[in-house]
Nanobody, 126 residues
């Protein structure tokens, strides 16, 4: 069973950068894509971006394109995979709890993702 843990959140100012990490530990039966979602207070959880198992393919929400970048490292024995979310030029609208998740393939809907991490808070002050 794969378990997910995020880290790297914090309080930053507008225009700053931050890098989040998500460690997926445990060997899965099949390859899996990974995604980042965020949820701001009073709002629904929304898609941020996703990356394929190989790390070659990525996709982003329009709101973060050009500012956020997702990358991924898989351990040789596939018992661990680390996904990163590099966030640049942060805005107050980016304030949210950021969660990582895994899915059989890259998708935009939360319903496509089967396992979730607890999340990490990102707060961007104006």
């Amino acid at each position: 069973q794969v378990q997910l843990v995020e880290s790297g959140g914090g309080l930053v100012q507008t225009g700053d950068s931050l890098r989040l990490s998500c460690v997926a530990s445990g060997r899965a039966r099949t390859a899996y894509a990974m995604g980042w979602f965020r949820q701001a207070p009073g709002k629904e959880r929304e898609f941020v971006g996703a990356i394929s198992w190989s790390g070659i393919d990525t996709d982003y929400a329009d709101s973060v394109k050009g500012r956020f970048r997702i990358s991924r490292e898989n351990a040789r024995d596939n018992a661990k995979s680390t996904m990163y979310l590099q966030m640049n030029n942060l805005k107050p609208a980016d304030t949210a709890v950021y969660s990582c998740a895994v899915a059989p393939g890259m998708g935009y809907s939360i319903h496509e993702y089967t396992l979730w991490g607890p999340g990490t808070q990102v707060t961007v002050s104006s």
